[in-house]
């Protein structure tokens, strides 16, 4: 269902999977030139995971409100301004009583669990007295001051909450990235540090060697080219080169048959050029740095093609696109290990701020040994007045047996045996 894949894919994509009531528009294929062209399966498409903290709540509740017939139809007809806008969420006084229930029960359930995070992150801090209704307030896809009823309010939160949050999200992956191969070249100068000069000058070498070897890969075609689709068309699709035709190829790579092409339906295009420069069986290929090629590639071919901007490419869009001359772009793809990620100047910034989180968790250790040694020293002190209480006992009762004194109980009362009278028998 269009109104779906519109909200969702704006939403990074989160659901790729559209309703079958709704079709896309068709497209003719020439079928004496296209052979065994399968249908994608009705299967349901498991929604890739959004990497927001609140990705389950968000695919949760669009669950439940696809099950509402009025709320679908209403959706159906919307476009993206009207879902980003919150319009949309005064429809949600008008679904059935048993969807509204289950929203119900979907927040009540997200806020425990918010609840749990505050209360988990207070006792690592070993912070007490505060207040958890406040703290709620930081969390802005839900309406912390009614935590027991799903109202219109939420959904427009959520929804303004995923679509800002995922709007930033490709951006804060590059800075992750980046974090990660700084972390990586600090962590092999402090390897180095540990060996001697011969040793050193093994590794280096070492390291340029697979330096070079990683470098030395086929031509990498410019993402989104005629060189590139032509080769996918030829190796992936099994079609004749000479056959190559952008509206069938919309359409085989349509996976999902909903008229556009989603980022995760884009990123599937580049497999067979990141498979040039990547290979997991080999040591120096880095597969975090595959992933962020791939990233790249999506945003290149995004920025070129999708006109409008709403994460989705038209076919429309395709079309227009094979016709500007990057299309025939003859240059190869400038990859990563053709580009520097951080300057020196950025790299002792960040081993700086590792060295002051390195600084603060040593001291967190040093009080935590003090407070074990202290406490340790407490219970020794305990266990030796324990002791020393035992053996003045102990001196006690030996002093009491030997002046007659019949030996106490345990809570100090006399133990005697009565004597028994000459006209008693046993």
Known sequence: MRWRTILLQYCF??????????????????????????????????????????????????????????????LQKADIEEIKSG????????????????????????????????????????????????LLKQFDHLNHLNPDKFESTDLDMLIKAATSDLEHYDKTRHEE??????????????????????????????????????????????????????????ETDGLDPNDFDPKTFFKLHDVNSDGFLDEQELEALFTKELEKVYDPKNEEDDMVEMEEERLRMREHVMNEVDTNKDRLVTLEEFLKATEKKEFLEPDSWETLDQQQFFTEEELKEYENIIALQENELKKKADELQKQKEELQRQHDQLEAQKLEYHQVIQQMEQKKLQQGIPPSGPAGELKFEPQMGSGESC
């Open 177 to 234: 990235f980046k974090k990660y191969e700084m972390m990586k070249e600090h962590e092999r100068r402090e390897y180095l540090k540990t060996l001697n000069e011969e040793k050193r000058k093994e590794e280096e070498s070492k390291f340029e060697e697979m330096k070079k070897k990683h470098e030395n890969h086929p031509k990498v075609n410019h993402p989104g080219s005629k060189d590139q689709l032509k080769e996918v068309w030829e």
């Open 13 to 74: 994509l989160l659901i790729t999977c559209v309703l079958t009531a709704l079709e896309a528009v068709p497209i003719d294929i020439d079928k004496t030139k296209v052979q065994n062209i399968h249908p994608v399966e009705s299967a349901k498409i498991e929604p890739p995971d959004t990497g927001l903290y609140y990705d389950e709540y968000l695919k949760q509740v669009i669950d439940v409100l696809e099950t509402d017939k009025h709320f679908r139809e209403k």
């Open 87 to 134: 319009r949309l969420s005064k429809e949600l006084d008008l679904v059935s009583h048993h969807v509204r229930t289950k929203l119900d029960e979907l927040k009540r359930q997200e806020v425990g669990r918010l609840r749990m995070l505050i209360k988990a992150k207070l006792d690592s801090l070993q912070d007490i007295g505060m207040d958890h209704q406040a």
